[in-house]
């Protein structure tokens, strides 16, 4: 519980920096982003053999500057939407199969280079939710799925997506790889904001934590299995539409009786 306690709190956090300054940063970002690029352009269009020495480390300079403003503004796009997945949702009974179907859709090109897609669906209840912010729940986790598979092996690999319905009778959803795996260290902070074990600029490391927060506020929970060398089994369970006592709408720090 302590440990939810905390997550909450560091989640509701990032939500709050993700509301009042992502604008802040955006905006200048913007324009510094644009000039780098008309600066860079313009160096391009003055190298010759004379200023050669003087305008190419001052190109590869400007290189580097526009890598770091493109993560931020990337950071920056996340934050938005972890913001806005805290404060404008709207919960309503969703098909949790088209939510996963869109979500399969939009990663197609990125999956189809690293592993077999196999979906798996079983007739379930419509569950409580939003349909757009559970699309983005499963594209996050069918992309780490696939980043966490090497290219070019797709005939020795699997994605599976499963939706059944759980003992308790609410809808689960599963993403299973067979990709590198986590050790348990890594488990235990795949769901913490900015942590990442991908090389700078292709990983924010916020998709799980977005992940979290957005299936918490839906009262719901995702929960991960996995063995290195073998692969990964990430579980959303969303409870059915109508069945719940109260709706939240954000993480709520206490949970009270019934669903944890
Ligand atoms: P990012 O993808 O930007 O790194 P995430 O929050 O989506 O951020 O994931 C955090 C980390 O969790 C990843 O860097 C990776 O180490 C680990 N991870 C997530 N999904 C998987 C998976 N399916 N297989 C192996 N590792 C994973
Ligand atoms: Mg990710």
Partial sequence: LQSRLQMADRLASVG???????????????????????????LDRLRSSSVAETVDPLHQVIRETVEGAERIASIVRDLKTFARGQQEDR???????????????????????????VTQF????????NESRLCQVFLNLLLNAAHAIPEGDAKDH??????????????????????????????ARIFDPFFTTKPVGEGTGLGLSICHGIIDSMGGR???????????????????????????????????????
């Fill in 158 to 187: 699997e994605i599976r997506v499963v939706i059944r319905e759980s003992g308790t009778g609410d809808v689960v959803v599963e993403v299973r790889d067979t990709g590198v795996g986590m050790s348990t260290e890594v488990q």
């Fill in 222 to 260: 995702i929960t991960v299995e996995s063995q290195p060398g073998k692969g990964s089994s990430f579980r959303v369970s969303l409870g059915v539409a109508g069945s719940q006592v109260e709706v939240r709408a954000e993480p709520a720090p206490v949970p009270t009786a019934g669903r944890a």
């Fill in 122 to 129: 079983e007739p379930v209840p419509s569950v409580q939710g």
């Fill in 91 to 117: 919960l309503g009974p969703v098909e949790v199969s088209k939510a996963v179907e869109l979500a399969c859709k939009m990663a197609d090109n990125v999956i189809k280079h690293r592993a077999r897609l």
């Fill in 16 to 42: 709050t920096l993700g509301a009042g300054v992502a604008h802040e940063i955006n905006n200048p970002l913007a324009y510094m982003l644009v000039n780098l690029h008309l600066i860079s352009e313009g």
